[in-house]
């Protein structure tokens, strides 16, 4: 089944760290250029990270350079996303993307709030 699945979400204090997992099954996940996007309530979905498929590039929203690195894992088909110091604004559903064959996750809650 090809699909991707997202994990690791949650409710974290501002200035704390989470990290986003994302599985993919049934495609070459190797061979696939991957991302993470995010979306607020009442916002558009944006763009958040991207990473190549051998992981020697990658490419971060100005929101959130410095803070989140994007990493692969190619023999476990996995994505992560590693969030640190995190903020309020940084509150959304988080979605795995492959984009050259438009596969979305199903997304994760992540919820930065005292």
């Known amino acids: 089944q090809v699909q991707l699945v997202e994990s690791g979400g949650g409710l974290v204090q501002p200035g704390g760290s989470l990290r986003l997992s994302c599985a993919a099954s049934?495609?070459?996940?190797?061979?696939?250029?991957m991302s993470w996007y995010r979306q607020a309530p009442g916002k558009e979905r944006e763009l958040v990270a991207y990473?190549?498929?051998?992981?020697?590039?990658?490419n971060y929203a100005d929101s959130v350079k410095g803070r989140f690195t994007i990493s692969r894992d190619n023999a476990k088909n996995t994505v992560y996303l590693q969030m640190n110091s995190l903020k309020p604004e940084d509150t959304a559903v988080y979605y795995c993307?492959?984009?050259?064959?438009?596969?979305w996750g199903q997304g994760t809650q992540v919820t930065v709030s005292s």
């Open positions: 049934g495609f070459t996940f190797r061979s696939h250029g």
């Open positions: 993307n492959a984009p050259r064959v438009n596969l």
């Open positions: 990473i190549s498929s051998a992981g020697g590039s990658t």
